[in-house]
């Protein structure tokens, strides 16, 4: 049974995993490298650095998570962000198709009320309690 609702979880983040690897493919025909750890496929350097630099607080985003897809700087940087990253996998098992409107919907909430949208977030506030980095 333990089969059956991991591969429900996989199809329930689905949609995002596919728009990972879309940025993921399209990352690989400008320099990207990519690489399977366990049920995820990370992508780094090339186009996928360039797309992780470009979004908001980019700069400073090491990887960035879309269903059972990281979109990393660097390898370094994966290795750094691996274990945050793979509480956002988890979080995209669970919320699958609605992980995009509550996480963002949660950010909006945080900054119309004067708080952080980033690390207040309970989505980001549970990836660094559990990956140790708070």
Known sequence: M???????????ASPYTLAG????ALGLCFGASAQRRGRVIEF?????????RHLP????????????????Q???AL?????HELVHVRQFE???FLMGPAYLGW??????TGRRPYLDNPFEREAYEHSGDL
């Open 79 to 83: 290795d750094i962000a691996r274990e």
């Open 94 to 96: 669970r919320w699958g």
């Open 21 to 24: 690897l879309a940025i993921g």
């Open 44 to 52: 780094h350097g090339g186009g996928v650095q360039w797309f992780v």
């Open 107 to 112: 950010s909006l909430f945080l900054w119309c």
């Open 2 to 12: 333990h089969k059956f609702w991991r591969a429900l979880a996989i199809a329930w």
């Open 57 to 72: 607080l980019g700069e400073s985003t090491l990887a960035f998570t879309l269903g059972h897809t990281v979109l990393g």
């Open 74 to 76: 660097t390898a370094a």
